[in-house]
Structure formats: structure tokens, C-alpha cells
């Protein structure tokens, strides 16, 4: 952790006092949540920038409040699974969350991805098989989410421009129609 014109550090501040202390709020209550666990990390320092150590968060029920909430900074909270319920995990992954933004599955089996890739269809404007859910590269990826992480408009591809005009289509005959069959009905 480090600034970020050392291209050595990996992770960098958050980008203000309110976000840190937004972070630190939710790091702090897992600390002490029955239905949390820290793993990883769990420490952070505002005492010169604001700095959040990279932490990972065991939730003990799929609904904590973690698992449900964009915080935007260097914390994961991940939740295991029972594997025979992968449908209703599924489900779960869907209804979950009020944001859309980014999600992925990770797997060998090809109907687990077929399977998760249909049913989490609008649960993620960006979805990612086998590939981490961060870093779209704008004009090189297009990117964008729905739900309330905004209107799925792919910035940084031409599918944007849609959302900045009003298109429509013009069709004009320059030999008139004499009767109102069309000629395959003749």
C-alpha cells in the first residue's frame, strides 16, 4: 500500500475522509458481528491519507449486510455455500443485491456456466467467467451495470451513444405502390 505514483504499490488510499470512514464502519462491525469473520486484513489508517489494508470478510449468512452493499474500496466479503445448492445459490446471487454492476463464476464445468451465466443475466452489466470482476479497460471493454449501479449503457463503446440520442429509421419509396399486395402474394 502506497502512493499511487509508485507503480510498486498495489493498493492506494481511498479517495476521501467520508469513504474511509464508510469502509472503516463496515470493517469495524464485522469485527465484532457474530455473523462475520475477518480472514484477511481488517486494518486501517487515516493518521497521513486514508488507508484501508485489503480485507476479506467471512459472512456467516448469505445476507449480511456486506455481501449487499457497494463499498467501494478494498474489501471482499465472501460467503460459502453448500455445493448441492448451486441453484438456489444461484437465486441467492440474484436477489441478493440492489446493485448490477460486475460479477463473475468461476468454474471447470461448462453447464455450471451455462447454467449461472442465464440465471444471473441481469445480475451483473459486466459479467465475468473465470476472470476476475475488476479492471475493464474503457474503449478496450465496454462497461456498465444496471439495477442502481446506473442504466447498463456500456461506457466506452459506441452502445453509449445510444444514450445520448433519440434514433430513428426513415424509409422512402421512389416507386409509388399501384395495389396492396405485396408481389410475393400475387
Known sequence: MGDPGDLSNFVNAVIHEASFDKIASYIDQAK????????????????????????VILAKTPRYTTMETELFGPVITIYVYDENDFEATLKLVDTTSEYALTGAVFSKDRYAIELASEKLKNAAGNFYINDKPTGAVVSQQPFGGARASGTNDKAGSALNLLRWVSPRTIKETFVPPTDYRYPFLG
Do not use: V
Not at 465484532?32 to 480485507?55: L, M, R, V
Open 32 to 55: 465484532s458481528d457474530i455473523d462475520a469473520e475477518i480472514i484477511a486484513g481488517g486494518n486501517h489508517d487515516k493518521s497521513e491519507g486514508y488507508f484501508i489494508e485489503p480485507t
